[in-house]
């Protein structure tokens, strides 16, 4: 197993690899259904989430709803 | 707004001022009987946000997509506080100050899965937070071939106005004044001249800051309104919600209605004839 280090929202988080982006988010505590996923500038699809595997520096934009006018 | 179309829209309004009702607001196919709608942020909380919102009768509200905070620290999403099949959800890209930023905003507005409509703001300058029509219409142009129902928030300019409908928007959205500025409707003229020549949807963003602007503004004809901060800085956000229902509703029917012609100079209003001698 080996540590991946990937740019999550701006900071610097280690996850064991391998891993998907699905894991990413597991491992956050984060529902799947309520964010949306951003890998190195391309939108990753929610059907897409389990097989889409994260690599050594990756940088990942997971964005959701906020208040705003 | 050619002639044709036009005649045809006064004899509807005619139609429907003789019963007091309204057509519903129709923006990208879509269809929506409130014609106010209500952005989502800046509230002392959520629970009065939610009241707030209920209590404006509004159909459409306002989002922004912003990072999660992944030590949940702050407060969660606003899907928690805000039922999402209660409400249509506009996401917006404000805080986007180019057309890039904007684009890339409203993809992942639009892969939370709810609507493809974007309220497209590209912003030109951060202290009067007035659009950059240039990336404005850049934006406009690829959202709209990419089949985003874009409302595109723009100045008070006709021309400008009239190339965002030629880049495919589903709705212009000019400014009552600058955003969060409450300043109220500042050029009605503009605003008029705007709903006269375009074709979509003409929805007045920003500026409102009371309960008279939003009348004042309605009775220009425009087609709705959306507004934030008037709500949510107000003291009581729940009944200034319920006066903006209400105004935006009586400007609309006193537009609908026709007002009377402007005289420089009085004219009785009771008969002058069988008085005593």
Do not use: W
Not at chain 2, 21 to 32: E, K, N, Q, V
């Amino acid at each position: 197993m080996t540590q991946l280090r990937i740019l999550v929202n701006g900071e610097l988080r280690q996850v064991s690899g391998p891993a998907t982006v699905a894991d990413l988010l597991r491992h956050l505590n984060l529902d799947p259904r309520t964010v949306v996923v951003e890998l190195n500038r391309q939108i990753v699809r929610r059907p897409r989430l389990e097989e889409t595997a994260l690599a050594e520096g990756d940088t990942v934009e997971l964005v959701h709803f906020v208040g705003g006018g | 707004m050619n002639a044709g179309a036009y005649a045809y829209l006064s004899g509807m309004t005619a139609i429907h001022s003789e019963l007091g009702t309204d057509l519903p607001l129709t923006i990208g196919g879509r269809s929506f009987r409130s014609r106010l709608m209500v952005g989502t942020g800046k509230y002392r909380n959520n629970t009065e946000m939610a009241r707030a919102i209920e209590a404006s009768g509004a159909e459409i509200v306002t989002v922004a997509v912003r990072r999660v905070d992944l030590d949940r620290t702050k407060e969660e999403g606003i899907l928690y506080h805000l039922r999402p099949d209660e409400y249509f959800l506009l996401a917006n890209t404000a805080g986007c100050y180019t057309a890039e930023e904007a684009i890339r905003y409203a993809r992942l507005a639009r892969e939370a899965g709810f609507n493809e409509f974007i309220k497209l703001e590209v912003i030109g300058d951060r202290e009067t937070l007035l659009p950059d029509t240039e990336g404005l219409l850049t934006a406009a142009r690829t959202l709209s071939r990419e089949g985003f129902a874009v409302l595109a928030y723009t100045n008070d300019d006709l021309i400008t106005a009239l190339r965002l409908e030629d880049a495919g928007c589903a709705a212009v959205m000019p400014l009552a004044s600058p955003i969060g500025s409450g300043l109220g409707l500042l050029n009605p003229y503009g605003i008029r001249t705007i709903k006269r020549r375009v074709s979509v949807p003409v929805i007045v963003d920003a500026g409102v800051g009371t309960a008279s602007d939003a009348c004042v503004t309605m009775e220009q004809g425009v087609d709705g309104i959306l507004m934030n901060t008037a709500l949510a800085e107000a003291k009581n956000p729940v009944a200034m919600a319920s006066a903006m229902r209400l105004a935006v509703e009586a400007g609309r029917l006193a537009f609908l209605a026709g007002r009377m012609p402007r005289r420089e100079v009085a004219m009785p209003s009771t008969p002058e004839t069988g008085m005593l001698e």
